[in-house]
T-cell receptor, first 110, second 116 residues
């Protein structure tokens, strides 16, 4: 079967840094994506890692270690608007189907 | 760029009726479209994958006769929930790929279906 594990909830303070981890066990692997979803809204793409290492996009960074089947999303200089659910998702094959983690609810306190 | 629209944004229907949800890629040609279902505070569950001009591929446990998917053009896919029942009430989201990024999926705003 396919499985992705990520924490169900993380709490952080405005202005701080938070890391959301994701471990996966899947039958195939093309890459690891991260999506953000605000309550009642649709997911929006944040990042994609196909190779090992760190990808940085503004305040957000994403890391992948294929040998460890592990990745993380790093959010810096947290803002209240970053309060949302964050999903990791594995691209399984060339059809680019995504297998989703259960999501991590990020709660930011002032 | 890479905008996906979904219509309607919400719908209430009576048990036994059918509901059609449209998903359109507005500024790119979608080689593949995906349909998801999401329950409150849960993850997205992939229902089916559709490529333009071919039959959709349904995930295990998804009834293809109940959830009819048509991908008639490179910019339009439809999901029809036939003979809807209250347990079909959910948030249905479509996504599309085919923009400038090969791996990124662009999501529609979702359709909230309530079956009474």
């Amino acid at each position: 079967g396919q499985s992705l594990e990520q924490p169900s909830e993380v709490t952080a303070v405005e202005g701080a840094i938070v890391q959301i981890n994701c471990t996966y066990q899947t039958s195939g692997f093309y890459g690891l994506s991260w999506y953000q979803q605000h309550d009642g809204g649709a997911p929006t793409f944040l990042s994609y890692n196909a190779l090992d290492g760190l990808e940085e996009t503004g305040r957000f960074s994403s890391f992948l270690s294929r040998s460890d089947s592990y990745g993380y999303l790093l959010l810096q200089e947290l803002q209240m608007k970053d309060s949302a659910s964050y999903f990791c998702a594995v691209t399984l094959d060339s059809n680019y189907q995504l297998i989703w983690g259960a999501g991590t609810k990020l709660i930011i306190k002032p | 760029g890479a905008v996906v629209s979904q219509h309607p944004s919400w719908v209430i229907c009576k048990s036994g009726t059918s509901v059609k949800i449209e998903c359109r890629s507005l500024d790119f040609q979608a080689t593949t479209m995906f349909w998801y279902r999401q329950f409150p505070k849960q993850s997205l569950m992939l229902m089916a994958t559709s490529n333009e001009g071919s039959k959709a591929t349904y995930e295990q446990g998804v009834e293809k006769d109940k959830f009819l998917i048509n991908h008639a053009s490179l910019t339009l896919s439809t999901l029809t929930v036939t003979s809807a029942h209250p347990e079909d009430s959910s948030f249905y989201i479509c996504s599309a790929r085919g923009g400038s990024s090969a791996y990124e999926q662009y999501f529609g705003p979702g359709t909230r279906l309530t079956v009474t």
